[in-house]
């Protein structure tokens, strides 16, 4: 479920795992307008459907229709994950956590988590990726978001982290001078979205980049990261790993990230 959905390729990876396993299943994408996100998720259980993932705008605001939310999630204030319980409860979690942290492990990417890393936005995604890098090891992390507004509640809601969360002003270009990790959170750069302005002109040669995006796989940022010879992690690792935990949940087989399947994601 997402507005918009159509970028999704959650069905092509969820499709290859459904005749892998031999499953008779299907997934497929709703688009959900926000002002209805309440009523389409109160039909799963009627409409016979054992779970759903949530994609943008949704990941925050259904944690207020949900009968069960996991620990992180409620913490991070943001689910990606519904499973349908057999009384009909809707139970939410977290696998973003998780996917972005494998990803980030599968690149081999080299970490410097003496310097700080910074997150650009502080949506639901965000709130994600930063509970993975506090996972990795980072003890700073700097939030690049034009609502200084949106951010101080994010630094609320994740201070149990443990952490030092920061909020900096977009135009800040010393924000970069010194990170060691960078990761753009937000669908800017995404096809059919607005572009992702940012110089990143003052990173250091060790730091990493890394886009969630996968649509386009290589987005402005990474061929930006890339022309400057960093490393950089693209979104359809993020996507592969978080995908797991669901599958499991909802078809009882958990499957595995393989190059073939990273192929066919590509094909």
């Known amino acids: 479920m997402g507005w918009p959905v159509s970028h999704s390729r959650s069905p092509r990876l969820h499709g290859y795992w459904l005749a892998a396993h031999q499953i008779d299943g299907a997934y497929i994408p709703f688009a959900v307008r926000p ?3 309440g009523e389409a998720l109160a039909a799963l259980a009627k409409l016979g459907i054992c779970g759903v993932n949530l994609t943008i705008p949704h990941k925050e605001a259904a944690l207020a229709h ?3 939310i996991e620990p ?3 913490l991070i204030g943001a689910v990606n994950t519904i499973v349908v319980e057999a009384d009909g409860r809707l139970s939410g979690w977290n696998t973003d956590i998780e996917g972005f942290r494998a990803s980030v492990l599968a690149s081999g990417a080299p970490l410097v988590r003496d310097r700080p890393a910074v997150v650009i936005g502080a949506g639901g995604a965000a709130r994600a990726v930063i509970a993975a890098l506090a996972e990795l090891g980072f003890f700073e992390i700097r939030i690049l978001n034009r609502s200084q507004t949106r951010a ?3 630094i609320a809601d994740l201070s149990p982290l443990g952490i030092s969360l920061v909020h900096t002003g977009w135009d800040d270009r010393q924000t970069l001078a010194d990170a060691g990790f960078l990761v753009n959170t937000t669908s800017l750069g ?3 979205e607005p572009p992702l302005n940012i110089d990143l002109g003052s990173l250091l040669p060790d730091a990493v980049v890394a886009d969630i995006v996968y ?3 290589e987005t402005p940022l990474l061929s930006a990261a ?3 010879g960093l490393v950089a992690i693209d979104g359809l690792g ?3 790993h978080q995908a797991r935990p669901g599958f499991k949940a909802w078809f009882g087989v958990e499957p595995e990230v393989t190059p073939a399947l990273r192929a066919h994601m590509l094909g």
């Open 226 to 228: 890339r022309a400057r």
């Open 238 to 240: 993020m996507l592969l």
């Open 66 to 68: 949900l009968g069960d």
């Open 35 to 37: 002002e209805h996100l």
């Open 190 to 192: 995404m096809t059919g």
């Open 152 to 154: 101080m509640h994010l």
């Open 215 to 217: 649509v386009p796989l």
């Open 72 to 74: 992180i999630a409620r």
